[in-house]
Protein backbone atom coordinates (compact mmCIF):
# COMPACT_ATOMS: atom_id res chain seq x y z
CA UNK A 1 0.00 0.00 0.00
CA UNK A 2 2.71 2.60 1.02
CA UNK A 3 4.80 1.57 -2.38
CA UNK A 4 1.64 2.19 -4.58
CA UNK A 5 1.08 5.96 -2.90
CA UNK A 6 4.75 6.53 -3.09
CA UNK A 7 4.71 5.77 -6.79
CA UNK A 8 1.53 7.78 -7.24
CA UNK A 9 2.77 10.56 -5.66
CA UNK A 10 5.96 10.48 -7.72
CA UNK A 11 3.83 10.38 -10.73
CA UNK A 12 1.38 12.77 -10.06
CA UNK A 13 4.28 15.42 -10.02
CA UNK A 14 6.39 14.04 -12.95
CA UNK A 15 3.15 15.09 -14.72
CA UNK A 16 2.92 18.62 -13.46
CA UNK A 17 6.09 19.08 -13.81
CA UNK A 18 5.62 17.82 -17.48
CA UNK A 19 2.83 19.18 -18.34
CA UNK A 20 4.22 23.32 -17.01
CA UNK A 21 7.71 22.68 -18.65
CA UNK A 22 6.65 21.05 -21.69
CA UNK A 23 5.13 24.19 -23.61
CA UNK A 24 8.00 26.40 -22.14
CA UNK A 25 11.13 24.11 -23.21
CA UNK A 26 9.72 23.60 -26.72
CA UNK A 27 9.85 27.42 -27.06
CA UNK A 28 13.45 27.68 -25.53
CA UNK A 29 14.98 26.48 -28.70
CA UNK A 30 19.01 28.37 -29.72
CA UNK A 31 18.76 31.57 -31.10
CA UNK A 32 15.45 32.79 -28.93
CA UNK A 33 12.20 34.27 -30.36
CA UNK A 34 9.04 32.25 -30.53
CA UNK A 35 7.99 30.26 -33.57
CA UNK A 36 5.59 33.17 -34.58
CA UNK A 37 8.35 35.70 -34.53
CA UNK A 38 10.25 33.53 -37.06
CA UNK A 39 7.21 32.99 -39.20
CA UNK A 40 7.50 37.43 -39.51
CA UNK A 41 11.17 37.22 -40.42
CA UNK A 42 10.66 34.87 -43.27
CA UNK A 43 7.94 36.75 -44.78
CA UNK A 44 9.65 39.93 -45.43
CA UNK A 45 12.56 38.12 -46.09
CA UNK A 46 10.89 37.32 -49.33
CA UNK A 47 9.60 40.97 -49.80
CA UNK A 48 13.52 42.38 -50.55
CA UNK A 49 17.23 41.32 -49.75
CA UNK A 50 17.60 44.79 -47.18
CA UNK A 51 14.12 44.16 -45.60
CA UNK A 52 15.49 40.10 -45.16
CA UNK A 53 18.53 41.47 -43.41
CA UNK A 54 16.80 44.03 -41.55
CA UNK A 55 14.02 41.23 -40.47
CA UNK A 56 17.24 39.19 -39.66
CA UNK A 57 18.46 41.50 -37.58
CA UNK A 58 15.59 42.42 -36.07
CA UNK A 59 14.67 38.73 -35.51
CA UNK A 60 18.08 38.20 -33.51
CA UNK A 61 17.71 41.39 -30.81
CA UNK A 62 14.22 39.60 -30.21
CA UNK A 63 15.45 36.22 -29.22
CA UNK A 64 15.90 37.50 -25.98
CA UNK A 65 12.01 36.40 -25.82
CA UNK A 66 13.79 32.61 -25.35
CA UNK A 67 14.45 30.96 -22.33
CA UNK A 68 12.21 29.17 -19.51
CA UNK A 69 10.26 30.16 -17.20
CA UNK A 70 12.97 30.33 -14.71
CA UNK A 71 14.87 32.78 -16.77
CA UNK A 72 12.60 35.06 -18.32
CA UNK A 73 14.68 35.75 -21.42
CA UNK A 74 17.14 33.47 -21.87
CA UNK A 75 19.64 35.92 -23.66
CA UNK A 76 19.82 36.82 -27.00
CA UNK A 77 21.22 34.47 -30.51
CA UNK A 78 23.59 31.89 -29.13
CA UNK A 79 23.09 32.81 -25.69
CA UNK A 80 19.27 31.86 -25.78
CA UNK A 81 20.39 28.55 -26.26
CA UNK A 82 22.27 28.20 -23.63
CA UNK A 83 19.39 29.72 -21.10
CA UNK A 84 16.83 26.85 -22.77
CA UNK A 85 20.07 23.95 -21.75
CA UNK A 86 20.30 25.91 -18.68
CA UNK A 87 16.65 25.88 -18.08
CA UNK A 88 16.25 21.91 -19.04
CA UNK A 89 18.69 21.10 -16.37
CA UNK A 90 17.18 22.80 -13.18
CA UNK A 91 13.68 21.66 -14.40
CA UNK A 92 15.38 17.60 -14.38
CA UNK A 93 17.37 18.71 -10.99
CA UNK A 94 14.34 19.93 -9.36
CA UNK A 95 11.81 16.74 -10.55
CA UNK A 96 15.09 14.28 -9.30
CA UNK A 97 15.24 16.61 -5.76
CA UNK A 98 11.69 16.66 -5.03
CA UNK A 99 11.66 12.47 -5.84
CA UNK A 100 15.03 12.65 -3.59
CA UNK A 101 12.40 14.46 -0.49
CA UNK A 102 9.66 12.22 -0.91
CA UNK A 103 11.86 8.68 -1.14
CA UNK A 104 13.77 10.18 2.52
CA UNK A 105 9.97 10.94 3.68
CA UNK A 106 8.55 7.43 3.48
CA UNK A 107 11.54 5.53 4.52
CA UNK A 108 11.35 7.55 7.62
CA UNK A 109 7.93 6.83 8.17
CA UNK A 110 8.44 3.38 7.67
CA UNK A 111 11.28 3.31 10.22
CA UNK A 112 8.98 4.51 12.56
CA UNK A 113 6.07 3.18 11.81
CA UNK A 114 7.86 -0.70 12.05
CA UNK A 115 9.43 -3.04 14.37
CA UNK A 116 12.63 -5.39 13.94
CA UNK A 117 12.29 -3.89 10.24
CA UNK A 118 8.81 -5.42 9.70
CA UNK A 119 6.86 -3.31 8.03
CA UNK A 120 3.44 -1.78 9.21
CA UNK A 121 1.10 -3.22 6.58
CA UNK A 122 -1.66 -4.57 8.13
CA UNK A 123 -2.95 -8.07 7.42
CA UNK A 124 -6.32 -9.28 9.12
CA UNK A 125 -6.40 -11.08 12.32
CA UNK A 126 -6.92 -14.52 13.33
CA UNK A 127 -9.93 -15.97 12.04
CA UNK A 128 -12.18 -18.48 13.82
CA UNK A 129 -11.19 -21.03 11.29
CA UNK A 130 -7.32 -20.97 12.72
CA UNK A 131 -8.34 -21.19 16.64
CA UNK A 132 -10.16 -24.23 15.52
CA UNK A 133 -7.54 -25.72 13.72
CA UNK A 134 -4.97 -24.59 16.41
CA UNK A 135 -7.12 -26.19 19.37
CA UNK A 136 -9.51 -28.94 17.00
CA UNK A 137 -12.12 -27.93 19.22
CA UNK A 138 -15.73 -25.99 18.00
CA UNK A 139 -17.67 -23.89 19.20
CA UNK A 140 -20.02 -26.41 20.01
CA UNK A 141 -17.63 -28.23 22.27
CA UNK A 142 -16.11 -24.91 23.73
CA UNK A 143 -20.08 -24.55 25.11
CA UNK A 144 -20.00 -28.24 26.59
CA UNK A 145 -16.55 -27.53 28.11
CA UNK A 146 -18.18 -24.35 29.89
CA UNK A 147 -21.37 -26.09 30.68
CA UNK A 148 -19.06 -28.61 32.28
CA UNK A 149 -17.60 -25.68 34.50
CA UNK A 150 -20.68 -24.77 35.74
CA UNK A 151 -22.01 -28.48 37.06
CA UNK A 152 -19.11 -28.43 39.17
CA UNK A 153 -19.03 -24.27 39.94
CA UNK A 154 -22.65 -23.28 39.70
CA UNK A 155 -21.26 -19.74 40.34
CA UNK A 156 -19.49 -19.47 37.47
CA UNK A 157 -20.32 -17.25 34.37
CA UNK A 158 -18.69 -16.86 31.21
CA UNK A 159 -19.06 -13.01 31.01
CA UNK A 160 -18.37 -12.45 34.37
CA UNK A 161 -15.19 -14.61 33.82
CA UNK A 162 -14.74 -12.11 30.47
CA UNK A 163 -15.10 -9.28 32.49
CA UNK A 164 -11.99 -10.23 34.78
CA UNK A 165 -9.88 -11.00 31.78
CA UNK A 166 -9.95 -7.41 30.57
CA UNK A 167 -9.52 -6.05 34.00
CA UNK A 168 -6.57 -8.04 34.11
CA UNK A 169 -5.28 -7.60 31.19
CA UNK A 170 -5.18 -3.53 32.08
CA UNK A 171 -3.85 -4.36 35.17
CA UNK A 172 -0.80 -6.25 33.49
CA UNK A 173 -0.54 -3.45 30.97
CA UNK A 174 0.02 -0.34 32.83
CA UNK A 175 2.30 -2.63 35.47
CA UNK A 176 4.52 -3.56 32.21
CA UNK A 177 4.54 0.08 31.44
CA UNK A 178 5.67 1.72 34.81
CA UNK A 179 8.15 -1.59 35.15
CA UNK A 180 6.48 -3.04 38.45
CA UNK A 181 4.78 -6.11 37.92
CA UNK A 182 3.71 -5.50 41.60
CA UNK A 183 -0.42 -4.92 40.92
CA UNK A 184 -0.14 -7.75 38.67
CA UNK A 185 1.78 -10.67 40.49
CA UNK A 186 -1.61 -11.77 42.51
CA UNK A 187 -2.92 -13.50 39.52
CA UNK A 188 0.51 -14.67 37.44
CA UNK A 189 1.54 -17.85 37.55
CA UNK A 190 4.88 -18.14 38.97
CA UNK A 191 6.63 -18.96 35.36
CA UNK A 192 4.74 -16.16 33.49
CA UNK A 193 6.01 -13.29 36.39
CA UNK A 194 9.49 -14.82 35.99
CA UNK A 195 9.56 -14.52 31.91
CA UNK A 196 8.20 -11.07 32.41
CA UNK A 197 10.83 -10.06 34.98
CA UNK A 198 13.56 -11.15 32.96
CA UNK A 199 12.16 -9.29 30.05
CA UNK A 200 11.99 -6.09 32.01
CA UNK A 201 15.64 -6.43 33.46
CA UNK A 202 16.89 -6.79 30.20
CA UNK A 203 15.63 -4.25 28.69
CA UNK A 204 16.80 -2.12 32.11
CA UNK A 205 20.39 -3.78 31.02
CA UNK A 206 19.89 -2.48 27.29
CA UNK A 207 18.88 1.40 28.34
CA UNK A 208 15.80 0.96 26.77
CA UNK A 209 12.09 1.00 28.50
CA UNK A 210 8.59 -0.13 26.88
CA UNK A 211 5.95 2.44 25.98
CA UNK A 212 2.75 1.76 25.30
CA UNK A 213 -0.03 4.03 24.66
CA UNK A 214 -3.33 4.33 23.49
CA UNK A 215 -4.52 0.95 24.57
CA UNK A 216 -8.12 -0.12 23.09
CA UNK A 217 -9.35 -3.38 23.73
CA UNK A 218 -12.01 -4.20 20.78
CA UNK A 219 -12.99 -7.39 21.60
CA UNK A 220 -12.71 -10.53 24.58
CA UNK A 221 -13.76 -13.78 24.13
CA UNK A 222 -13.06 -17.46 25.62
CA UNK A 223 -11.90 -19.58 22.18
CA UNK A 224 -10.86 -22.93 24.15
CA UNK A 225 -11.78 -25.23 27.26
CA UNK A 226 -9.76 -28.42 28.53
CA UNK A 227 -10.07 -30.06 31.63
CA UNK A 228 -6.68 -31.98 32.31
CA UNK A 229 -5.83 -33.63 35.12
CA UNK A 230 -4.79 -31.16 37.33
CA UNK A 231 -7.69 -29.32 36.11
CA UNK A 232 -9.92 -26.90 34.04
CA UNK A 233 -8.01 -24.94 31.36
CA UNK A 234 -9.28 -21.59 29.88
CA UNK A 235 -8.45 -19.54 26.63
CA UNK A 236 -9.23 -16.40 26.37
CA UNK A 237 -8.78 -14.19 23.01
CA UNK A 238 -8.37 -10.33 23.67
CA UNK A 239 -7.81 -8.29 20.71
CA UNK A 240 -6.74 -5.01 21.44
CA UNK A 241 -4.58 -1.61 19.50
CA UNK A 242 -2.42 0.69 20.80
CA UNK A 243 0.79 2.87 19.79
CA UNK A 244 3.72 0.43 21.16
CA UNK A 245 7.81 1.46 20.94
CA UNK A 246 11.17 1.98 22.87
CA UNK A 247 12.67 4.68 24.35
CA UNK A 248 16.29 5.00 25.01
CA UNK A 249 16.14 5.41 28.86
CA UNK A 250 19.75 7.75 28.59
CA UNK A 251 18.51 10.33 25.64
CA UNK A 252 14.42 9.82 26.21
CA UNK A 253 14.79 9.23 22.12
CA UNK A 254 12.62 6.28 20.64
CA UNK A 255 14.70 3.82 19.42
CA UNK A 256 11.85 1.14 17.86
CA UNK A 257 8.26 0.60 17.52
CA UNK A 258 5.60 2.50 16.23
CA UNK A 259 3.82 5.65 17.22
CA UNK A 260 0.30 5.49 15.50
CA UNK A 261 -2.11 2.38 17.23
CA UNK A 262 -1.57 -0.68 15.54
CA UNK A 263 -4.36 -3.82 15.92
CA UNK A 264 -2.57 -6.84 17.78
CA UNK A 265 -4.21 -10.47 19.07
CA UNK A 266 -2.85 -11.85 22.81
CA UNK A 267 -4.23 -15.58 23.84
CA UNK A 268 -4.34 -15.78 27.37
CA UNK A 269 -4.40 -19.25 29.17
CA UNK A 270 -5.69 -19.50 32.74
CA UNK A 271 -6.03 -22.52 34.86
CA UNK A 272 -7.54 -23.69 38.20
CA UNK A 273 -8.16 -26.42 39.94
CA UNK A 274 -11.33 -28.80 39.13
CA UNK A 275 -12.57 -28.50 42.81
CA UNK A 276 -11.69 -24.41 42.72
CA UNK A 277 -15.17 -22.54 43.18
CA UNK A 278 -16.11 -19.30 41.77
CA UNK A 279 -16.45 -16.10 44.51
CA UNK A 280 -16.98 -12.71 44.85
CA UNK A 281 -13.63 -11.85 45.58
CA UNK A 282 -10.66 -12.82 43.07
CA UNK A 283 -7.18 -12.55 42.34
CA UNK A 284 -8.16 -11.01 39.29
CA UNK A 285 -9.41 -8.26 41.16
CA UNK A 286 -6.72 -8.33 43.13
CA UNK A 287 -8.33 -10.05 46.59
CA UNK A 288 -7.93 -12.94 48.33
CA UNK A 289 -10.35 -15.68 47.34
CA UNK A 290 -10.50 -17.06 50.30
CA UNK A 291 -11.65 -14.45 52.76
CA UNK A 292 -12.15 -11.52 50.37
CA UNK A 293 -9.05 -9.26 52.06
CA UNK A 294 -7.58 -6.86 50.05
CA UNK A 295 -4.17 -8.01 48.65
CA UNK A 296 -0.97 -5.94 48.93
CA UNK A 297 0.93 -5.25 46.40
CA UNK A 298 4.53 -6.09 46.08
CA UNK A 299 6.36 -9.79 46.02
CA UNK A 300 3.83 -11.39 48.26
CA UNK A 301 3.20 -15.45 48.38
CA UNK A 302 0.02 -15.19 50.78
CA UNK A 303 -2.91 -13.21 52.07
CA UNK A 304 -1.81 -11.34 55.17
CA UNK A 305 -5.03 -12.55 56.56
CA UNK A 306 -5.61 -16.01 56.57
CA UNK A 307 -2.30 -17.37 54.79
CA UNK A 308 -3.99 -18.77 51.43
CA UNK A 309 -1.48 -19.06 48.88
CA UNK A 310 -1.54 -15.65 46.47
CA UNK A 311 -1.48 -16.70 42.48
CA UNK A 312 -2.41 -20.45 43.17
CA UNK A 313 -4.73 -22.43 40.98
CA UNK A 314 -6.21 -24.78 44.18
CA UNK A 315 -8.43 -20.90 44.66
CA UNK A 316 -8.66 -19.22 41.60
CA UNK A 317 -8.03 -18.73 38.36
CA UNK A 318 -4.46 -17.93 37.48
CA UNK A 319 -2.80 -16.68 34.51
CA UNK A 320 -0.20 -19.27 32.90
CA UNK A 321 0.65 -17.77 29.70
CA UNK A 322 0.59 -15.09 27.04
CA UNK A 323 0.39 -15.32 23.21
CA UNK A 324 0.59 -12.40 21.58
CA UNK A 325 0.31 -12.29 17.74
CA UNK A 326 0.90 -8.90 15.95
CA UNK A 327 -1.91 -8.73 12.84
CA UNK A 328 1.38 -8.59 10.40
CA UNK A 329 3.36 -11.56 11.07
Known sequence: ????????????????????????????????????????????SRSSGSSSRSSSGSSRSSGGGGGIFIFPGGGGGGSGGGGGLLGFIIVVAIICLIIWLILRYYRSKAERDSIEGVPVDNLPPPTREDEIARWQQSDAQIAAGLDDIRQRDPAFDQAHFVDRVETAYNILNLAWVKGDLSPALPFLSEGEANRLTMQLESDRALNRRNVMEDMVISGARIVHVEKNSTGDVLVARIDASASDYYIDTRTGKDIDGWHHPRPYTEYWTFARSGAAKTTKSSYMDRACPNCGAPLELGNISVCQFCGTPVASTEYDWVLMTIDQKYTNE
Do not use: K, N, Q
Open 1 to 44: MERRRLLMHIMLLLGIFLWVATPVLVDARPGGGSHSSVSRSSGS
